[in-house]
């Protein structure tokens, strides 16, 4: 038996390995673009499919595609939406402009799996029913499946997104009311500054990424927006006046999710600025959590010589050679994974900005780009939630300690003993190796009662004027 079988288009014959799904387009795609050995990620072929299944129904119910046609059609695309058939889509991210060689990889294997429904085997060389141009295709054109495949395939992991973020913070949230009672040395520019409260420092991440929460939803809404039905350059020609309505009705019912028409199908089709402006809030929020994956190295830097106030939890060995060494890699992963979703977000706007006249030719790297920042995103944070930030210690002995030996504790005493005393006690206090309790009880400067209550640091870190008698002492 053959390891090959013949299938022809318009530019003529080709082998085509006997079991594949795909077709002579795909064949000659595989051959163009050797590039990186990706496939499409399921997101992309979930969308592509869901387009087709749906544009069989609304074709066959507004009497453009006969029934039994439309059914197989439906049927292929249905066993291709529960999983099966994953291996046939094949075609590299990186391939001809817009993205054809992708949608007629899902063309072809719908076809070709609808006429075995049919009854046609793959190597059958009879004329066949289902056409993946005329009947797979029908009233499509890459150019408005691509796009709406592109936001279908952003909203297919939305929400799953949103769920590993709101995680992130309550757990983080759990942190902080846990650590509120921890007073510490703040530092700013990397230098000992004014104290706060641990659940302060550790909240405010969560609010960061509740801000980034905000802000993908808000990115989110200009995704729902559905260009389908434009075909090949927004005009939509070849396609039935009720089709861009119907599919976007039809769409939302399959998918369960909120979809929108579009109010200018050219815009939808020409610009990916909706595409690029989600794009933009995946790289925000990528660089919160670098931020804060930053802060968590930096204070559990140690164990015995560093700032050590966080202690990871062990997951690891950290060295090779370095008995006992254990590193922060749940920290060190998130990082590598923020800078993959940023460089990813490079690619995204630069290719929206690539577009010309009716068309963005850079179609199947922003598709691939945002399924991987997404892919990226929701696996990393979800494994730094779970594995770093849930079994993430504070160490209280040595907040305490250097909290103690801070002389930025003297900031508390300008309004009493102002700045220039303030700065002199602050010199001495570090020259000589003392606090400045007794720096102060040394010059002169307050008595030991007016110390205790002006450098009461929990205090100092509900703000206000302490020790004078003024608001907040």
Request: a negative charge; hydrophobic letters at 45%.
């Amino acid at each position: 038996m053959s390891n090959y079988r013949i299938e022809k288009d318009s530019m003529g014959e080709l082998r085509v390995p006997a079991g594949a799904y795909y077709a002579a387009q795909t064949q000659r795609a595989i051959e163009n673009f050797p590039i990186t050995g990706m496939k499409p990620y399921p997101a992309f072929v979930w969308s592509m499919t869901m387009i087709k299944r749906a544009a069989a129904e609304v074709n066959r119910d507004l009497g453009l595609l006969d029934a039994k046609l439309a059914e197989a059609i439906i049927a292929a695309s249905e066993e291709i939406l529960a999983g099966k058939l994953q291996d046939h889509f094949v075609v590299d991210p990186f391939q001809a402009g817009a993205g054809t060689s992708h949608n007629m990889n899902v063309n072809e294997v719908i076809a070709n799996r609808a006429n075995e429904i049919l009854g046609f085997a793959l190597e059958s060389t009879e004329k066949k029913p289902v056409h993946p141009n005329d009947h797979v295709n029908m009233a499509q054109s890459t150019n408005d499946t691509i796009p709406t495949a592109i936001r279908l395939g952003v909203l297919w992991r939305f929400e799953e997104l949103i769920k590993v973020l709101n995680r992130f913070v309550e757990v983080t949230r759990q942190k902080a009311a846990e650590w509120d009672d921890i007073v510490k040395t703040g530092r700013t520019h990397l230098q000992d500054a004014v104290p706060v409260r641990l659940g302060q420092e550790v909240g405010a991440w969560a609010k960061a990424i509740e801000r980034c929460i905000e802000k993908l939803q808000f990115a989110a809404d200009g995704v729902r927006r559905m260009g389908i039905g434009g075909t090949a350059a927004g005009t939509g020609l070849n396609a039935h006046p009720d089709y861009h309505q119907n599919m976007v009705k039809k769409l939302s019912e399959l998918t369960g999710l909120t979809l929108y028409t579009s109010d200018d199908l050219f815009e939808s089709m020409q610009s990916m600025q909706d595409a690029v402006f989600f794009s933009s809030t995946l790289r925000t929020t990528a660089a919160e959590f670098t931020r804060i994956a930053n802060d968590i190295r930096l204070l559990s830097a140690g164990p015995t010589t560093g700032i050590a106030e966080l202690t990871c939890p062990p997951v690891q060995p950290g060295s090779s050679i370095m008995p006992g060494k254990v590193n922060p890699v749940l920290a060190e992963m998130l990082n590598q994974a923020m800078y993959h979703v940023l460089g990813s977000d490079q690619t995204v706007m630069m290719a929206g900005a690539a577009g010309q006249f009716e068309l963005n030719v850079m179609m199947p790297i922003i598709s691939h780009n945002l399924n991987e920042m997404m892919q990226v995103m929701i696996g990393s944070v979800s494994a730094f939630t779970e594995k770093l930030m849930v079994g993430l210690i504070a160490n209280r002995d040595n907040t305490d300690r250097w909290l103690a030996r801070n002389p930025i504790l003297v900031t508390a005493l300008n309004p009493i003993i102002g700045y220039n005393n303030g700065a002199a006690v602050a010199k001495k206090s570090l020259s000589e190796g003392k606090s400045v309790r007794e720096v102060v009880l040394e010059m002169g400067l307050m008595s030991a009662e007016e110390l205790d209550k002006a450098l009461d640091a929990r205090a100092m870190t509900e703000g206000g004027i302490h020790g004078s008698g003024g608001g907040g002492g």
